[in-house]
């Protein structure tokens, strides 16, 4: 049976499923009881407990046989690798069942990848509930790493690594996995150790034989050779890894990701966090850090090697190791709608409406004041060539405050942090803490002009328009805003698409936190918009979210009903113009925990942030006391040991106004 008829059976409701549980995974032990119960519940579902490579083998022939048109995986990554090994032997992809894994194991970073989130138990609910009443089901497509070396027979998995990454997961396999321990939890344990071993070998001179670097021979399909001496390099098909890592930024149109860095790399610790969060464009070959994406190579080594955390040797360095991608494996994901700390808002299911694009490019293709103008240029010639857009937003948009007499909040979009500065110390704040905050004051036609002017990467604010869990970039963009320059329409189609994500984000995430019931657009924002205050430390009156909402209030309502088709399940608009609100006791319940912890971060970051602006903007602490006695009445007089100890006199008067209830 072909794949497309396998879909259509599920769309259908016909399909037949089959599930593979592993009994002794990290998740599934702590939660056998509720997961058998779950499966018990799907009827006509073929169940196999499977726990070594001869069970697998045999579970899945017998599934098979059976012609199923899902296999449900409920294990973690070492036996969702033995699985595709088995099916890959059995069978040409094209006559694969759909593949659905349910993160079940101690680590589980090819669901995770993939967008599924649940605990094994919810997982099951939600395909119990998606097998009764079927709709279009979400499938995601990605390559195999095919691994080949003569004398061994072909492995299949998503991740591959050699040296610290593989003495980590060998040191994890024994006094670690033992105490329990799973999850993010256990990822960031072994990170912990590996980075301790990276410590003490260079302490010890790498002569410390279980941390030692690996060498290798990398040859690509093209020929070009690659030979050195490296503390890892990895290989993988997967988007993101384990704690939301994304440790690559090649930029070569290729289904595999592949890093490595030297054995003595420039800079490590100040590169650890570009390498770490895929924002590596910034490092470079000479300083060793090397990340390309391909579609086959060729290893030369005799080391331990790792493929989704299951341990292996090379054969010998004379006989290579071929590392390439299958044709894309189609999985079945139903993804978890609920958030969590590293991943907002689970992935937009299909395109952006069109009527919410054109909505939000025309909000910001609204005239503005002609006193913007040299202001932008202003920040143009500051940053040069590396300037993507400048977008003006806040409470300029709707004051009658002129130019000279207020200050108007602008964000400047970059190519690159490291391209935009020429003080690399700045690109690092940046890279760490986005974004970073400016002050500027330019006189024209006999007065000062005032911005405070936020930069940030293109890539970050897409991301935080759309995953980043703090409200930071989609509270502010899901309201209105205006695009003051684009470098090309390209940009002004990336800028105009993350503002429609803002859109999007804010309401998924604000809105089940409401109670079931009927509310009107100003009700359904001003809620809303108070929920992303809290997340922050703000000096603003609590009646400031009910003012925007009511200024802004035709372009909410223009936005909501554009917005709706992408809030299925979450509002549903009457005919009266108002929108009922679909949540349940349990959906609101975990939403307002969510945000209880966005308001614990928040307070954090917002800490952190008015740190990093005392190296990056002029006057801040006479700003910070305007700002405070502007918005809440409170005269704070600045001192020259304020001027001196910013920081620490932030803090003070943090406390302060926290216990006093002026900021919340």
Request: proline share 5%; with cysteine.
């Amino acid at each position: 049976m072909t794949l497309q008829a396998r879909i259509e059976r599920l769309h259908a409701g016909t399909a037949k499923v089959g599930c593979l549980l592993n009994p002794l995974s990290g998740q599934v032990r702590k939660r056998m009881p509720a997961i058998q119960r779950g499966l018990d519940n799907i009827p006509g579902l073929l169940i196999h407990q499977a726990q070594d490579a001869a069970s697998f083998k045999t579970a899945i022939t017998q599934l098979l046989k059976a012609n199923i048109d899902v296999l449900v995986i409920i294990a973690g990554d070492g036996t969702t690798h033995a699985i595709l090994g088995h099916l890959f032997a059995a069978l040409t992809p094209d006559q694969w069942p759909l593949v659905m894994i349910i993160p079940g194991g101690t680590t589980n970073m090819t669901p995770l990848d993939l967008g599924a989130r649940d605990k094994p138990d919810r997982a099951i609910e939600r395909l119990h509930d998606f097998l009764l009443n079927p709709t279009a089901p979400g499938l995601v497509d990605r390559p195999v790493l095919r691994i080949e070396q003569r004398g061994i027979g072909a492995i299949y998995g998503m991740f591959f690594a050699v040296g610290l990454i593989a003495r980590g997961v060998k040191f994890s396999r024994s006094p670690v996995k033992q105490i329990g321990v799973t999850g993010s939890i256990f990822t960031a344990l072994i990170m912990f150790r590996s980075l301790i071993g990276m410590i003490s070998g260079m302490l010890l001179g790498r002569q410390h034989s279980e941390w030692a670097p690996v060498e290798l021979t990398l040859t690509q399909a093209d020929g070009s050779v690659q030979h050195g001496t490296y503390l890892f390099a990895l290989v993988s098909a997967l988007d993101c890894l384990l704690l939301n890592l994304r440790p690559y930024w090649g930029q070569e149109q290729a289904p595999l990701h592949v890093t490595l860095v030297d054995q003595h790399p420039r800079r490590l610790w100040r590169s650890l966090w570009p390498l770490l969060s895929g924002k590596g464009r910034s490092l470079t070959e000479s300083d060793g850090y090397h990340s390309h994406n391909m579609d086959s190579l060729t290893l030369y080594f005799d080391d331990e090697f790792i493929v989704d955390g299951e341990l292996y040797h090379s054969e010998s360095l004379q006989e290579p190791l071929r590392i390439s991608a299958t044709h894309p494996i189609t999985f079945l994901v139903l993804k978890d709608t609920v958030n969590i700390m590293t991943h907002s808002i689970p992935g937009s299911a299909g395109p952006l409406p069109i009527r919410l694009l054109n909505e939000v490019a025309w909000e910001s293709n609204k005239p503005v004041s002609p006193d913007l103008i040299p202001v932008v240029d202003s920040l143009i010639m500051r940053f040069g060539e590396s300037v993507e857009a400048v977008m003006l937003y806040g409470s300029c948009l709707h004051s009658d405050i002129s130019l000279d007499e207020g200050i108007v909040d602008l964000y400047v979009v970059v190519d690159s942090y490291y391209k935009a500065y020429q003080q690399r110390y700045l690109a690092n704040l940046n890279t760490w803490l986005a974004p970073n905050v400016f002050y500027l004051e330019i006189p024209h036609q006999g007065k000062m002009l005032r911005a405070k002017y936020a930069v940030i990467s293109i890539g970050d604010f897409e991301q935080g328009a759309q995953f980043w869990f703090h409200p930071y970039i989609w509270a502010r963009f899901a309201q209105p805003s205006r695009l003051l320059y684009s470098r090309n329409n390209a940009v002004k189609e990336r800028i105009n698409s993350a503002s429609a994500h803002s859109v999007v984000t804010f309401l998924k995430s604000g809105v089940p936190a409401l109670e079931a019931g009927v509310y009107d657009v100003k009700d359904i924002w001003t809620r809303c918009l108070t929920l992303t205050y809290a997340a922050e430390l703000r000096a603003e009156k609590e009646s400031r979210a009910h003012h925007l909402a009511l200024v802004n209030l035709s372009a909410f309502t223009r936005l909501t009903e554009v917005a709706s088709p992408m809030l299925t399940g979450i509002l549903e608009k009457l005919e009266n113009g108002k929108y009922r609100c679909l949540s349940d006791p349990e959906t609101q319940r975990k939403t307002l925990w969510l945000w209880r912890l966005r308001r614990w971060q928040g307070r954090v970051l917002s800490i952190l942030r008015l740190a990093k602006a005392t190296l990056t903007f002029n006057n801040s602490v006479e700003y910070a006391a305007w700002k405070i006695e502007r918005h809440t009445g409170v005269q704070v007089k600045v001192t020259p040991t304020m001027r001196r100890y910013p920081i620490l006199w932030g803090l003070t008067i943090a406390w302060e106004l926290l216990r006093r209830g002026v900021l919340r």
